[in-house]
């Protein structure tokens, strides 16, 4: 019996003594996107390219843009040293062209869909045309 009992001791004194677990590190994304058309291609077709900077993740996670009023993929790039993340995608149509302009149910989503350590960020944004 009294080895039972100093057994019971003994575990009860692990769990007690186990350490926390670690909280998940801040993940931060913010992102940008802009267009530009070829001027002997038709007026609704146009490239976007986006931009996700994530930080506190690193090298190679990967940052999925679509489109945010029916989540249409546009495309998807990973993380160089700085955290940035950057892909072109085509626009072909006259809709998508003027919604990924807007914000609110149009625009795009950028997403990091989380890792070991890191929570899943989401943010929305819209396209500008590119100045020259």
Not at 25 to 48: G, H
Not at 67 to 85: F, I, M, Q, S, Y
Not at 89 to 101: C, H
Request: with cysteine; net charge positive; charged share 10%.
């Amino acid at each position: 019996m009294r080895s039972a009992a100093l057994t019971s001791l003994a575990l009860a004194a692990t769990v007690v003594l186990a350490p926390a677990a670690t909280a998940a590190a801040p993940t931060s994304l913010t992102t940008s996107a802009s267009l530009a058309r070829d001027a002997s291609q038709p007026l609704w077709q146009a490239a976007v390219t986006l931009t996700g900077t994530l930080t506190g993740v690193g090298t190679g996670a990967k940052i999925t843009f679509t489109t945010k009023w029916d989540n249409g993929p546009l495309c998807e790039a990973v993380t160089d040293a700085r955290g940035v993340a950057r892909c072109t995608a085509g626009i072909t149509s006259e809709v998508t062209l003027v919604r990924i302009q807007f914000s609110g149910e149009n625009g795009y989503l950028a997403t990091f869909a989380g890792s070991a350590g890191h929570p899943a960020a989401q943010t929305p944004g819209s396209a500008k045309w590119a100045t020259r």
